[in-house]
């Protein structure tokens, strides 16, 4: 699965990431409700500025999931998005956002 490259990304800093969204993505916001689009691009919004766990705002951890190692993101209680780091090319995609408890399932907590 493969994330959209985004043809004219945000003005960011040298240090931020450009965050890319899978079109699965991209129709998950287009149907979700206003207050959902909103809290969830809110909280995409902090991989910008930095995507590892620990670092930066937002409940992010590396896990193994479906066989490979990735990250996931607790949006609200709600919400989990799946992304990976392409780090040369100071990029975050986002793979998929599933609710919390179907996410659980795929890692096993």
Do not use: C
């Not at 990029?91 to 996410?103: F, Q, S, T, Y």
């Amino acid at each position: 699965m493969t994330p959209a490259r985004n043809s004219s990304p945000s003005t960011m800093s040298e240090d931020d990431y450009t965050v890319l969204l899978h079109p699965d993505v991209n129709e998950f916001l287009e149907a979700a409700d206003e207050k959902t689009e909103r809290i969830v691009r809110e909280n995409l919004g902090y991989l910008a500025d930095n995507p590892y766990p620990g670092r930066g705002q937002g409940d992010k951890e590396r896990l193994p999931i479906d066989g490979e190692d990735r990250y996931r993101m607790h949006i609200g209680r709600t919400w989990t998005a799946f992304y990976d780091i392409y780090e040369d090319d100071n990029e975050v995609g986002v793979l998929e956002i599933l609710p919390i408890d179907d996410a659980h399932d795929r890692y096993g907590f």
